[in-house]
């Protein structure tokens, strides 16, 4: 059975930092792009990063920039978002997706999803 499971998300204090993971089963993520995703209360869903199957080359929403980074370590089948200097806006559900054309931002890229992992930056 194919899965994507995230994990890592936590309360943090702004200014902080969290490392998520988006693990696979049942399937190789070497030979797909990778999206993370997230959704805030009362909003809709929106890109955050993403990367690609071959070159690790990433992409990243305006609002992360500098703060976040997306990497892949395809023999342990994970990918991971590193989120560093945390700020309440950033509060959301975050998930990750696979697709197999060119990586992109935007959610139609991606056929196979995770449950989500919630982030929450509060003081």
């Known amino acids: 059975q194919r899965q994507l499971v995230e994990s890592g998300g936590d309360l943090v204090q702004p200014g902080g930092s969290l490392r998520l993971s988006c693990t696979a089963s049942?399937?190789?993520?070497?030979?797909?792009?990778i999206g993370w995703f997230r959704q805030a209360p009362g909003k809709e869903r929106e890109g955050v990063s993403c990367?690609?199957?071959?070159?690790?080359?990433?992409e990243y929403a305006d609002s992360v920039k500098g703060r976040f980074t997306i990497s892949r370590d395809n023999t342990k089948n994970t990918a991971y978002l590193q989120m560093n200097s945390l700020a309440p806006e950033d509060t959301a559900i975050y998930y990750c997706?696979?697709?197999?054309?060119?990586?992109?931002?935007?959610?139609?890229?991606?056929?196979?999803w995770g449950q989500g992992t919630q982030v929450t930056v509060s003081s």
């Open positions: 049942g399937l190789s993520l070497e030979y797909y792009a």
């Open positions: 997706a696979i697709g197999s054309g060119s990586p992109s931002l935007r959610e139609y890229t991606y056929k196979f």
């Open positions: 990367i690609d199957s071959v070159k690790g080359r990433a």
